[in-house]
Nanobody
Framework: QVQLVESGGGLVQAGGSLRLSCEAS????????MGWYRQAPGNQRELVAR???????NYADSVKGRFTISRDNTKNTVYLQMNSLKPEDTAVYYCNARIQPGIYYDAMDYWGKGTLVTVSS
């Protein structure tokens, strides 16, 4: 059973920083893309940042220059360093990963349960 568990959310003032972590655990044959999405109240879930197994990254325009995604393949963990946070960054942040759950299985997308980030003005 593959699980993604996020940590690091919380309340921070505008201009502050937070670091989110997400660890994949269980029977894992391989992980390709890992990423972070967010969903604010009344909005659709949107991509924040994504990183390939080789380290290529892409970001939403709204977070470029402020957020940095990274991963540690030895720990099956992806990180999101969030700096210069703004109130509009307030949302539930979800970890996503494309994981092959065993060598006889196709890769599929897995999601964490989400961690709340609240940025006060």
């Amino acid at each position: 059973q593959v699980q993604l568990v996020e940590s690091g959310g919380g309340l921070v003032q505008a201009g502050g920083s937070l670091r989110l972590s997400c660890e994949a655990s269980g029977t894992i044959a391989g992980i390709s893309n890992m990423g972070w999405y967010r969903q604010a109240p009344g909005n659709q879930r949107e991509l924040v940042a994504r990183i390939s197994s080789g380290g290529s990254t892409n970001y939403a325009d709204s977070v470029k220059g402020r957020f940095t995604i990274s991963r540690d393949n030895t720990k099956n963990t992806v990180y999101l360093q969030m700096n210069s946070l703004k109130p509009e960054d307030t949302a539930v942040y979800y970890c996503n990963a494309r994981i092959q759950p065993g060598i006889y299985y196709d890769a599929m997308d897995y999601w964490g349960k989400g961690t709340l980030v609240t940025v006060s003005s």
